[in-house]
């Protein structure tokens, strides 16, 4: 029997498409703060260790966990960054906790991502140097093949990605914190510029700013801090290969994968039945769709139906995003597995605000680490 | 807590120029590491990956591009970061992954290929300082390492000949290492009258730049016993980094490896370790590191570590034999995985099959540390049998 852990803390700085007046120290510091007083906790004192997920290039400065320490209270305490999503900093102090090495462990992971002015050449960057970085192309053409993949082996329509665009920009006008919300309509999405084909712009998510600190602790301190604990269920990651020519294009094989370990760790085994909503990785349109039946949370070919029949919407049977999700709240580059899984507890604590569901007893959060990459990890959270 | 052990280690030759890629590095020394315990592929549960800047090899999410070399196709996979301290945490990485109870078996794989880097690895150094105030001083990291080695020198009236010393020791070890870069019969004078790069840093001070990687295989202990007659335990871990601020350090000594130390002491049992450690692998970048690094481990007091080296205590056949691989300074300092070749240095001399470089009466305890970010991060472990 694992240990049981849970998130007792939870803050952050606001998302925003730009961020001039904060550098991202003052980023961390603030979501820092935040999470340590709604968990009550003074990082000297009582944080056993810290984790930061941060990528080098991303961040601008070579070697990121450099730069760490200050802002979180951490000096001279155990901190390492984990250049990757937030939900593995998540698994990391999870691991932590469980050894028994540490009781109280702080997740961090922010977005500068108004740093970065050229994305595209940027991520092209993570290109095989060998095979695929010489040929030159912008890296995002790799998602336009890998819908037109998905639509192809599936049956999926546009129009149906286009909805999940649709749903997911009008559940971001709920969310306070929530950059890119408004109400528009399938036509527009498909009527917008085309960027990758099939990818139309509104089919893609844009870019925002926002830091995220997340407190963990084992089952003793938790219940000593806070009433509203929000335990880790089950906790999956994966990497599928990474090379281009060698993947599964229409399926995304790295969610199901961690997907399977969550719930196997959770003892799930009818995840639509057992989980009242989720929080999955929707960087383009058609990736929820993906991830949604990598998940199990449909059969495969289902998500465009469920997207359609409104399923999936806010007051639907199995709200999908309620956030906003990347498309509505903006990608938070590694911060975003850190956003969707601060939705779930907000919304399992009660406390989302108008967009509050009724009812919810467990959550799952997804994150995918974007392309050019095959990597992705889920976090199943409950109230008990 | 769940027991771990190494079960298995492998690495590559560490050289200045490697033909192969970083994703064939991680392959070989992987393959190596399985191939000693008789595992395949099938029977690794998860994945840890160290792997020091992607502005050495300009290769954006570095881990992401060498997973399947790594071995970690479809597989839990992570990455562990923080800079040259990077080789010592995946292993504490790796100890958590199996410790947590997550996972049985975990393969960790630490890669660096500097040689990308052109003209020299120095150009991905300098982007690591805080923009604001560091960077615009145009420092390179040999004058951070001068001002530190000065300010050790001048706090313990310690010479740049007693320095020296470590040079010629680690460099003479390497001499057994199979997969050694810069193994050398060199002689005090040798490194005093070598080049100046950054007073007091003269080159021999120097470890080399290089390409290479090595990998263990971690197991837990109802796997460990089946699979090995002669596992090494994983009996302390510990990591700390210290403020991001150079100018808020005392640089005469690492207390963050202190800090590190006590954690992995503690969890060890260990209350004094001069007397319970056989044989230390401290970080040796330059050669008064591995004097620095003594002290923060506590293997000594503050400002003994040179006498001991001159007194031949830290020699493969003294009381303390310290760096035995012949450390970054002989086998070579391929950054993160340095840091593992020294924990598969311990592996390998405490169960007895390190050859010509066997430190001698079969020594049960070994402490390997590594160090890195800005002269901020003590990263430590502890093996026994």
């Known amino acids: 029997m694992l240990p049981r852990v849970a998130i007792v803390g939870i803050g952050f700085s606001s998302f925003r498409s730009i961020t001039p007046d904060i550098s991202f120290k003052e980023m961390m510091f603030e979501a820092a703060t935040r999470a340590y007083e709604d968990a009550g906790v003074c990082p000297q004192q009582d944080i056993d260790g810290f984790v930061t997920c941060e990528e080098d290039f991303a961040h601008g400065r070579s070697i990121f966990s450099i730069h760490t320490p200050d802002n979180l209270g951490a000096v001279l305490k155990p901190i390492h960054t984990i250049p990757g999503d937030g939900i593995y900093g998540l698994a990391a102090g999870y691991m932590q906790i ?58 999926t329509t546009k129009e149906q990605c286009a909805l999940v665009a649709v749903k997911n920009k009008l559940n971001a006008l709920l969310n306070p914190q929530a950059v890119y919300g408004e109400r528009i309509t399938a036509d527009e999405v498909l009527g917008s510029e085309m960027m990758f084909y099939p990818l139309s712009r509104l089919d893609m998510s844009s870019p925002a700013d926002g830091g995220i600190v997340m407190v963990l602790a084992s089952e003793e301190k938790a219940k000593a801090l806070t009433d509203k604990p929000i335990w880790i269920r089950g906790i999956g990651w994966c990497s599928d290969t990474p090379g281009l020519e060698t993947r599964e294009g229409g399926e995304a094989v790295y969610a199901h994968l961690a997907g399977d370990m969550a719930y196997k760790m959770a003892d799930i085994k009818h995840p639509r039945k057992e989980i009242d909503f989720v929080e999955i990785d929707d960087t383009f349109s058609y990736k929820e769709l993906q991830h ?60 989302a605000g108008k967009r509050q569901l009724s009812n919810v007893k467990v959550g799952l959060a997804q994150s995918w680490r974007g392309i050019p990459t095959n990597s992705g990890a889920a976090i199943i959270l409950s109230r008990e | ?93 790796g100890w958590y992954h199996v410790a947590s109870g997550l996972f049985d078996t975990c393969l960790v794989v630490a890669e660096e290929k500097m040689s990308c880097c052109l003209p020299h690895p120095q150009g991905a150094f300098i982007t690591c300082w805080d923009q604001f105030t560091e960077s615009p001083l145009g420092t390179s990291l040999l004058w951070f390492f001068a001002w530190e080695m000065n300010r050790y020198m001048n706090a313990h009236g310690i010479t740049e000949r007693e320095i020296a010393l470590v040079a010629v020791k680690n460099k003479k070890n390497a001499m057994n290492h199979p997969c050694a870069q810069l193994a050398a019969e060199i002689t005090v004078d040798d490194v005093l009258n070598s080049e100046i790069m950054a007073w007091p840093v003269k080159r021999l001070d120097v470890s080399p730049t290089s390409d290479g990687a090595v990998a263990i295989v971690l197991a837990a202990e109802h796997v460990a016993k089946r699979i090995s007659d002669k596992p090494v335990w994983i009996e302390g871990v510990g990591w700390c980094l210290d403020t991001m601020y150079i100018g808020q350090r005392d640089l005469y000594y690492p207390r963050y490896v202190e800090y590190a130390a006590r954690m992995a002491y503690n969890m060890a049992g ?116």
């Not at chain 1, 997207?307 to 709240?329: I, K």
């Not at chain 2, 923060?296 to 006498?307: D, F, M, S, Y």
């Not at chain 2, 303390?320 to 598969?344: D, F, H, Y």
């Open chain 1, 292 to 351: 949604l039946e990598a998940l199990k949370l449909c059969r495969r070919g289902e998500a465009g139906a469920l997207v359609e029949e409104g399923a999936t919407q806010r007051d639907g049977e199995f709200p999908v995003n309620v956030s906003g999700g990347s498309l509505g709240v903006g990608h938070l580059v590694e911060a975003t597995g850190l956003q969707r899984v601060l939705e779930v507890v907000l919304q399992l604590r009660g406390e």
């Open chain 1, 98 to 155: 469980s050894t028994g090495l540490m009781s109280i462990v702080a997740v961090e992971s922010h977005s500068k991502a108004s740093n970065m002015l050229t994305p595209n050449y940027l991520i092209a960057h993570a290109l095989d140097p060998v095979y695929n970085k010489p040929l030159g192309y912008n890296p995002y053409f790799i998602a336009g093949m890998e819908m037109n993949r998905y639509l192809f082996e599936t049956g």
């Open chain 2, 1 to 93: 807590m769940r027991k771990v052990a190494i079960v298995g280690a492998g690495m590559t030759k560490f050289v200045r120029r490697s033909l192969e890629t970083g994703k064939e590095l991680s392959w070989q020394a992987a393959k190596m590491a399985l191939d000693s315990c008789q595992l395949t592929l099938d029977d690794v549960d998860c994945v840890v990956m160290g792997t020091a800047p992607d502005a050495f090899d300009m290769i954006h999410m570095k881990a992401e591009y060498l997973s399947d070399g790594a071995g970690a196709w479809r597989k839990p996979y992570m990455r562990g970061f923080v800079g040259g301290g990077t080789g010592v945490f995946v292993a504490d990485q």
């Open chain 2, 270 to 385: 260990i209350k004094e370790p001069s007397k319970e450690i056989n044989i230390a692998e401290p970080y040796d970048p330059f050669d008064y590191k591995e004097l620095h690094h003594m002290e923060g481990l506590l293997l000594c007091g503050k400002g003994e570590a040179a006498r001991l080296t001159a007194d031949g205590v830290t020699q493969r056949t003294g009381n303390l034999p310290t760096c035995p691989s012949g450390g970054a300074l002989g086998v070579g300092n391929a950054i993160a995985a340095t840091g593992l070749m020294k924990v598969a240095e311990l592996f390998w001399q405490l169960r007895g099959e390190a050859g010509k470089r066997q430190v001698p009466g079969k020594p049960k305890k070994g402490v390997a540390q590594a160090w890195g970010d800005e002269m901020q991060v003590g990263t430590v472990i502890v093996l026994g049998v």
